[in-house]
Nanobody
């Protein structure tokens, strides 16, 4: 089972990026998928998550209104559209899957599988 995150890069403040997470090895269509991020010297923090059918999403207050999470169960992918990026969004972004068939959780320990991370750097 693998989660492969991509789409990171170096952008200026105010720009947009779209991250994508591709799952392989099994179908993740029944599970909550989430995005987390970790900046240097800081703990990994929740960014956004989406339930299996895409009908329910949840965002950290720091990204609400700027980021949008979506999924395509047919393709086994989950995306994070990031708009109006700020320097404080700089971090390594990770996608993750919660296989325990429940509602959205925001703690890193609630997720079972993790991608390798993709670097997002926002310059001022």
């Amino acid at each position: 089972v693998q989660l492969q995150a991509s789409g990171g890069g170096l952008v200026q403040a105010g720009a947009s990026l779209r991250l994508s997470c591709a799952a392989s090895g099994r179908s993740f269509s029944n599970y909550v998928m989430g995005w987390f991020r970790q900046a240097p010297g800081k703990e990994r923090e929740f960014v956004a998550a989406i339930r299996w059918n895409g009908g329910s999403t949840y965002y950290a207050d720091s990204v609400k209104g700027r980021f949008t999470i979506s999924r395509d169960n047919a393709k086994n992918t989950v995306d994070l559209q990031m708009n109006s990026l700020k320097p404080e969004d700089t971090a390594v972004y990770y996608c993750a899957a919660d296989l325990r068939l429940r509602g959205i959780r925001t703690g890193p320990d609630d997720y079972d599988y993790w991608g390798q991370g993709t670097q997002v750097t926002v310059s001022s």
